[in-house]
């Protein structure tokens, strides 16, 4: 029997501070599976599949990401009630936003996107424990107006491959940026934060592995004033084989939204 499919696009957001990241993988748990498991619970014997827009890694959290579920033979029929059985049953860490229904000409893996990514941090002091999960406590001053210099490099189109985790030779490292600054942090607010904080803001349509954690960490190391602006330049030109040597730390990165076009 010919088994009709319907398709949906659902935003979510979540904590990943206790997650394995995304992906699915034997023994830990992650986003993905824990949101398999709640849809299989609510759905029954409905058959699903089900395809995120892109891999978060471990300890990064959403505030919208993007998945596109699968459904055979048997249509959601209400989307608000849809919504409010798959919260009532996901975890506290993960919530779903919106559901609206695609053709099957959309593709989430595929179709462009722009993803805008933050990374939210602290300097010069000891925070408060609770500021783990989201904000990142660099300890020692930073020298923030220079790192913000450091941050307007990476707009453009540049060859990457320095901030791209075990790059080989085989691999497409020349990507575009559409926008990457440092502000003052007004987004994420919480009464436990530090008086001031920054994010590290970045946009495009696709990046490679831990490219923004080792941008940020090279930022950090700009602050520090282990390196240059020149330095910076020279990482992004075709011809650099320089290889970053500090990834900042998972838990300060969060994708922020998800657009498609």
């Excluded at 904590?15 to 849809?39: A, C, E, N, S």
């Excluded at 559901?99 to 941090?121: M, P, R």
């Excluded at 990046?207 to 990482?235: A, D, H, P, W």
């Amino acid at each position: 029997m010919f088994d009709k499919r319907y398709y949906y696009l659902i935003k979510i957001q979540y904590l990943g501070y206790r997650f394995h990241g995304w992906q699915k993988q034997p023994t830990v748990k992650t986003v993905h599976l824990m949101i398999d498991r709640t849809l299989k619970f609510i759905l029954q014997d409905t058959k699903f599949k089900t395809l995120g827009a892109g891999r978060t890694d471990a300890m990064v959290s959403a505030n919208e990401a993007a998945l596109e579920l699968f459904i055979y033979n048997d249509p959601i029929q209400d989307f608000d009630e849809f919504l409010d059985l798959f919260n009532h049953n996901l975890p506290q860490d993960i919530r779903a936003l919106s559901i609206k229904e695609v053709d099957k000409a959309f593709n989430i893996i595929q179709d462009s996107k722009l993803k805008e990514y933050h990374y939210v941090f602290s300097q010069g002091q000891k925070n408060h424990p609770f500021c783990a999960p989201i904000l990142t406590t660099i300890l020692e001053p930073l020298d923030v107006e220079i790192m913000k210099q450091g941050a307007k490099l990476f707009e453009g189109t540049h060859n990457f491959k320095t901030y791209c985790y075990r790059a080989t030779d085989k691999g497409e490292y020349v990507r575009a940026i559409k926008s990457a600054e440092i502000i003052e942090n007004t987004i994420y607010r919480a009464n436990f934060f530090p008086e001031q904080t920054f994010v590290f803001k970045v946009i495009g349509k696709g990046f490679m592995r831990n490219q923004i954690r080792l941008m940020f960490g090279c930022l950090i190391k700009l602050g520090r004033g282990e390196v240059t602006l020149e330095y910076i330049e020279s990482t992004l030109k075709l011809e650099s084989t320089e290889v970053m040597d500090y990834i900042a730390p998972a838990s300060g990165l969060i994708l922020h939204s998800v657009n498609f076009e």
